[in-house]
């Protein structure tokens, strides 16, 4: 009912820029929560940053000051800037939004994972 498209990804170089978006389509009613997650080479998933609804959002420690998570609710799509970029940001980024479904049940929805390689 709900799916997920992520894009964005690619290879930079170290201090280089990147913007991930996760667009949601399908049986929605209103989008609660967006967050991004990561998982780098042999290392378990992590969070990256989340937005409420209202715009509050949360960082990693790793991250803050790097990277911004903002929203477009109209869209129904979640962005991540990464700035300056280090090598360690290098991992497969998940985007994860709680969707309220038309039926009015609240569900989490992951999308397929984008691949952020930083070279040094």
């Known amino acids: 009912q709900v799916q997920l498209v992520e894009s964005g990804g690619g290879l930079v170089q170290a201090g280089g820029s990147l913007r991930l978006s996760c667009a949601a389509s399908?049986?929605?009613?209103?989008?609660?929560?967006m967050g991004w997650y990561r998982q780098a080479p042999g290392k378990q998933r992590e969070l990256v940053a989340t937005?409420?609804?209202?715009?509050?959002?949360n960082y990693a420690d790793s991250v803050k000051g790097r990277f911004t998570i903002f929203r477009d609710n109209a869209k129904n799509t979640v962005y991540l800037q990464m700035n300056s970029l280090k090598p360690e940001d290098t991992a497969v980024y998940y985007c994860?939004?709680?969707?309220?479904?038309?039926?009015?049940?609240?569900?989490?929805?992951w999308g397929k994972g984008t691949l952020v390689t930083v070279s040094s």
């Open positions: 937005i409420t609804r209202g715009g509050s959002t």
């Open positions: 994860k939004i709680e969707v309220t479904t038309r039926e009015y049940y609240v569900m989490d929805y």
């Open positions: 399908g049986s929605i009613s209103s989008i609660n929560n």
